[in-house]
């Protein structure tokens, strides 16, 4: 009786693949290969020879058990390792020239200068000044005797201050009204010569001088009108008097001159 005998090969096991490092890349995955061999049946070798009785028996309880039980075929699980990811450094991106730039200007930080802690200050001594003693009560309390006589004594040195005040005013005042009048005295013949060269009229040829002599009373009315001194020219010597009624009257004589009237002799002049 002749049997086949199926044989399975072992199957070699696939080595990882070596994967370099790629930047940027994603994971390789590789899919398991399997490998199968086909199983070669070999036909069964003649014996030449005549077995033996023993040899035979063995033979056929083997053949027996062959028989009894199926050829069965062996599944091989070929381990299939998985490459892990690869790391990918990252290049970080080179910053431009403009920022470089523009770090390049910015301003460095100008140093600190040294700093020198200020000097204590010295706490001055406040020297304690002595209390005053205050008056007593008694002390401040006059007599009441005392106190009449000194409100007597005020008001006599009140009342003599006053009298003192007003006399010293009065006097004050006629100095000043003598002052005045003395100056209205003194001013008064200027008065009286102005006006009555404003009051000179002659419209002739004649040239020449006439004085003329007048008096003025206190109320400053003019008497006594006559030449002193005549000009030669009986034309000038009318023109004269008529000056002097004309310019009349003249200001009153002041009161502090003390008269009644005032006699006058001035010279007038006839230029054109």
């Known amino acids: 009786m002749r049997w086949k005998s199926t044989k399975q090969t072992p199957v070699e096991t696939a080595r990882p693949v070596e994967t370099t490092p790629v930047e940027r890349t994603e994971p390789v995955e590789e899919t398991p290969r399997q490998e199968t061999t086909e199983v070669e049946q070999q036909e069964p070798v003649r014996a030449e020879a005549a077995p033996s009785p023993a040899a035979q028996l063995a033979e056929a309880q083997s053949e027996v058990e062959i028989a009894a039980l199926p050829p069965t075929e062996r599944e091989t699980t070929v381990d299939v390792l998985t490459a892990s990811p690869v790391e990918v450094e990252t290049v970080e991106p080179v910053e431009d020239n403009e920022q470089v730039a523009a770090l390049m200007r910015a301003p460095l930080p100008t140093p600190r200068p040294d700093y020198t802690p200020p000097a204590p200050r010295v706490e001055r001594q406040r020297t304690e000044q002595p209390r005053r003693e205050k008056p007593t009560q008694q002390a401040k309390r006059p007599a009441a005797g005392s106190q009449g006589n000194a409100q007597a004594n005020t008001n006599k040195g009140s009342e003599r201050g006053s009298a003192q005040g007003r006399a010293a005013s009065d006097s004050a005042g006629n100095q000043r009204r003598s002052a005045e009048g003395n100056a209205a005295v003194s001013n008064y013949p200027g008065q009286v010569r102005r006006k009555l060269g404003r009051a000179v009229r002659y419209r002739g040829r004649e040239r020449g001088e006439v004085l003329v002599s007048f008096t003025v009373s206190r109320s400053g009315s003019v008497s006594g ?27 009153p004589i002041p009161d502090a001159a003390g008269r009644a009237s005032w006699p006058f002799d001035l010279p007038l002049s006839f230029t054109r």
Not at 225 to 251: C, H, Q
């Open 225 to 251: 009108v006559r030449i002193a001194r005549s000009s030669g020219s009986p034309n000038l010597d009318k023109a004269a008097l008529d000056t002097v009624r004309r310019a009349a009257p003249f200001p």
